[in-house]
């Protein structure tokens, strides 16, 4: 008796074993996915499926990725632009940063082989490097801001810099009290000049007795040199300086904001570029950010971006932004400082711009030919 129900135990213990058996795994334990980034790249994935299979990828040029004026615009589209259309930034979006310009070439070439869609070139300093890539893989798209590039394969994005440029030059000359104004380039470029033209010729448009100085920093990322410029321009009697210089400006800001700490009552201004660059000028209830140019950067890279998801690249073309869509505007956000009567007078010079008015000059030529119009 106690052997049958010893042997109906073991039966029943053996069939309890079978039917787990039959309802588990198969042993194997299965790798969970790891999510990847590029070197250089924004930091964060998460494992969120995207909307498309689109991937864009950006280099910037040695202002680097938070230089607070160009190529955080351009960063700030392409985050925009991956965000509206479900990508994952670090893998579907992700740009690589140069720290010097033996660093371009690398990093167009790592992201090609990454396999982008679309790769941006932040900044005319990139293009023989964008050439010598787009040449290399013409199935790759390429796009470069503020140069051309000639290649079936390469959409050049411009902008008419002069034009905003004219405008924060009228505000300058209505800002200033001294009668001295100063503009601060980065490195000298035919690119840079239009923004020294456009600015000299709105400046003069509205008062031609206004002195403009004039200097070059040589460099886009010496913040330094920025500061010490603008010390020089402050020192002698400029009261306005307008900075086309990336991350040089940053010194640019930091003088002024010296000054103002020092003396509250200084009567000592900055007007931004490329961005709005309103925050860079704050000190605890005082901003010394009279208006910035807006280059609207990130308009533009958001246009070419979406353009060749939908299957319209435009390669082999130049793409011009101005006025009249948005990719140049003036920032209006220090609203104690751009006053009503600035901000009409430059709305009014816009509209002549729009009209045809006036033809803005973007060389020392064709400057020279403006001013002696007046």
């Not at 965000?83 to 070439?105: F, K, T």
């Not at 798209?141 to 290649?151: C, F, K, L, R, T």
């Not at 009552?265 to 709005?276: E, K």
């Amino acid at each position: 008796m106690k052997k049958n129900r010893l042997f109906l135990l073991l039966a029943l213990l053996l069939s309890v074993g079978l039917i787990l058996a039959a309802c588990g795994t198969n042993g194997e334990d299965e790798e969970e996915e790891t999510d990847t980034t590029n070197d250089g790249a924004a930091n964060e994935g998460t494992n969120e499926e995207a909307d498309t299979d689109f991937t864009v990828g950006m280099v910037t040029d040695v202002g680097g990725v938070d230089d607070k004026s160009f190529n955080q615009s351009a960063w700030e589209g392409i985050k925009q632009f991956g965000e509206e259309n479900g990508l994952v930034e670090g893998e579907s979006y992700a740009y690589a940063q140069s720290s010097g310009d033996a660093d371009y070439l690398p990093n167009l070439n790592r992201l090609t082989k990454d396999g982008y869609d679309l790769i941006f070139s932040i900044g005319f300093m990139l293009a023989e490097s964008t050439g010598k890539i787009a040449e290399q893989n013409p199935d790759t798209n390429y796009s470069i801001v503020d140069e051309v590039v000639e290649a079936d394969n390469v959409a050049s994005i411009k902008f008419k810099e002069q034009q905003g440029s004219f405008l924060v030059g009228v505000a300058a000359a209505l800002k200033s009290e001294s009668g001295k104004v100063g503009f601060i380039g980065g490195a000298q470029s035919e690119l840079i000049k239009r923004f020294e033209a456009g600015f000299r010729a709105g400046v003069a448009s509205v008062d031609s007795a206004i002195e403009v100085q004039v200097q070059y920093a040589d460099s886009f990322q010496d913040a330094t040199k920025g500061k010490a410029i603008a010390a020089n321009m402050y020192n002698s009697g400029v009261d306005v300086i307008y900075h086309a210089s990336g991350a040089t400006g940053n010194g640019v800001f930091a003088q002024a904001k010296d000054i103002k700490n020092s003396d509250p009552d200084a009567y000592v201004w900055v007007i931004g570029v490329d961005r709005d660059q309103h925050d860079e000028g704050q000190i605890e209830d005082m901003n010394v950010t009279l208006t910035s140019m807006l280059k609207r950067v990130d308009v533009a890279v958001q246009d070419i971006a979406k353009r060749a998801m939908n299957g319209e690249f435009p390669g082999g073309e130049t793409i011009e932004y101005g006025l009249e869509d948005n990719g140049i505007d003036v920032a209006k956000t220090n609203e104690e400082a751009y006053t009503d009567e600035i901000n009409t007078a430059v709305e009014d010079w816009k509209q002549k711009i729009l009209d045809g008015e006036v033809e803005v000059p973007t060389t020392d030529d064709e400057l020279q030919t403006f001013l002696d119009s007046l």
